[in-house]
């Protein structure tokens, strides 16, 4: 398994409106996709961040769902609750519990 992770900085004040977009737009998007296995979300709303974890079943089907242009949109969307560019990393899942 793999997984995308990106870190968000969210405006202030806005916090509850990225969690909307996010149960509302991002996760029935990715659920569509190949290989989706799960999504979580943590936020720090002291310090208006979020980290938002996909899993995937395999590191194709989590590039796929970038070079498809899924992840674009989704970000696009997210654009005018972020307080500046999320940062993305992909990692593979070795200990699931």
Do not use: C
Request: aromatic residues 8%; proline residues 3%; negative net charge.
């Amino acid at each position: 398994m793999h997984a995308r992770v990106v870190t968000n900085h969210i405006q202030a004040g806005k916090m509850d409106e990225w969690l909307a977009l996010i149960r509302e737009s991002i996760v029935p998007s990715l659920k569509e996709q190949n290989g989706f296995l799960g999504f979580v979300t943590l936020v720090d709303r002291q310090h208006d961040q979020s980290i938002g974890y996909s899993i995937w079943a395999d590191e194709t089907d989590l590039a796929a769902s970038e070079t498809s242009g899924s992840y674009q949109q989704q970000i696009a969307k997210l654009s005018a609750v972020l307080a500046g560019p999320p940062a993305r990393e992909v990692y593979e899942l070795t200990i699931v519990a």
